[in-house]
Nanobody
Framework: QVQLVESGGGLVQAGGSLRLSCAASGRTFSYSAMGWFRQAPGKEREFVAAVSWSGSSTYYVDSVKGRFTISRDNAKSTVYLQMNNLKPEDTAVYYC????????????????WGQGTQVTVSS
């Protein structure tokens, strides 16, 4: 069982940057693909990005391609989401989770969710 704790959220102006971190505990982290989701008020949880267990492969939702980068440091048991050129529509609570099926984007294929970190982008 992997336990996840997100951090790094905050308030930023449009065009700014933030880096989210997801610290993991548990021996299986290094062998697990990981993902980031987000949920805006009144909306369903939305897939953002995922990274393979080695960090060599990634995939993203179209709306963040070219702006967000997911990465991981297995030595630190941490997954990152670098977010550049942020837009007001990126405002949401961001969650990390363990990916159980590679290339999946549905939340039912992810588990061990963290508590989330709030990202607010002002216009």
């Amino acid at each position: 069982q992997v336990q996840l704790v997100e951090s790094g959220g905050g308030l930023v102006q449009a065009g700014g940057s933030l880096r989210l971190s997801c610290a993991a505990s548990g021996r299986t982290f290094s062998y697990s693909a990981m993902g980031w989701f987000r949920q805006a008020p009144g909306k369903e949880r939305e897939f953002v990005a995922a990274v393979s267990w080695s960090g060599s492969s990634t995939y993203y939702v179209d709306s963040v391609k070219g702006r967000f980068t997911i990465s991981r440091d297995n030595a630190k048991s941490t997954v990152y989401l670098q977010m550049n050129n942020l837009k007001p529509e990126d405002t949401a609570v961001y969650y990390c989770a363990v990916c159980r099926r590679w290339r999946a984007t549905d939340s039912s294929d992810f588990d061990s969710w963290g508590q989330g970190t709030q990202v607010t982008v002002s216009s």
